[in-house]
Nanobody, 116 residues
Framework: QVQLVESGGGLVQPGGSLRLSCAAS????????IGWFRQAPGKERERVSC????????YYSDSVKGRFTISRDNAKNTVYLQMSSLKPDDTAVYYC?????????WGQGTQVTVSS
């Protein structure tokens, strides 16, 4: 059974850092693209970053480029999103997503709040 579990969210001051984790089970995430998305209240869900399966190439939205870094630990079957220089506009629920054998799977989300 495919499952994705996010963790690492919380409350952080502007300029601070957080590292989100997306732990996968039921499949080897190094064979599939994994994406991080976020959704703020009243806004549509937006793609923040993703990492390809085999090649490991990455993508970042313009809003997070230079501040966020996506990485993967194959031994732990986990994808990370290191977030630095956080801004209040980064406040949202963050989700990871995998597309496995034509099906889309989402985690339950983790709340990130950037506020002083």
């Amino acid at each position: 059974q495919v499952q994705l579990v996010e963790s690492g969210g919380g409350l952080v001051q502007p300029g601070g850092s957080l590292r989100l984790s997306c732990a996968a089970s039921g499949f080897a995430l190094n064979s599939y693209a994994i994406g991080w998305f976020r959704q703020a209240p009243g806004k549509e869900r937006e793609r923040v970053s993703c990492i390809n399966g085999r090649g490991g190439s990455t993508y970042y939205s313009d809003s997070v480029k230079g501040r966020f870094t996506i990485s993967r630990d194959n031994a732990k079957n986990t994808v990370y999103l290191q977030m630095s220089s956080l801004k209040p506009d980064d406040t949202a629920v963050y989700y990871c997503r995998a597309q496995v054998h034509g099906y889309e799977y989402w985690g339950q989300g983790t709340q990130v709040t950037v506020s002083s």
